[in-house]
C-alpha cells in the first residue's frame, strides 16, 4: 500500500517531530499522524527503517513505558 501524504521516510520523520515538539510522546504522535491521514498504523511501519533514528525514539519510549523489553545496555 502506497502512503499518499507522504513521500519519504524524512518527510514522515520531520512530520513526527513537530508533533513531538507540541508536547505529544513519539506513540501518540504516530497514532495521531495516522489518524489525521486516515491510514493504518502499520502501514507506517515502512518508514521507520531499521536503524532510523525515529525507530530509536519510540523504542526507547516504549522501553520507559514498559510496552516491551529493555534492551541490554552495556556499563561505560
Given at each position: ?6 513521500k ?48 530509536a ?7 520507559h ?5 529493555k ?6
Amino acid at each position: 500500500m502506497l502512503i499518499k501524504s507522504v513521500k519519504d521516510p524524512e518527510q514522515f520523520h520531520r512530520e513526527i517531530e513537530e508533533r513531538v515538539s507540541k508536547g505529544m510522546d513519539y506513540l501518540e504522535a504516530i497514532v495521531s499522524y495516522c489518524e489525521d491521514n486516515g491510514l493504518e498504523v502499520e502501514s507506517v511501519v515502512p518508514l521507520m527503517k531499521q536503524g532510523s533514528i525515529l525507530r530509536a525514539k519510540l523504542q526507547h519510549e516504549a522501553e520507559h513505558l514498559n510496552l516491551i523489553e529493555k534492551s541490554a545496555i552495556l556499563p561505560i
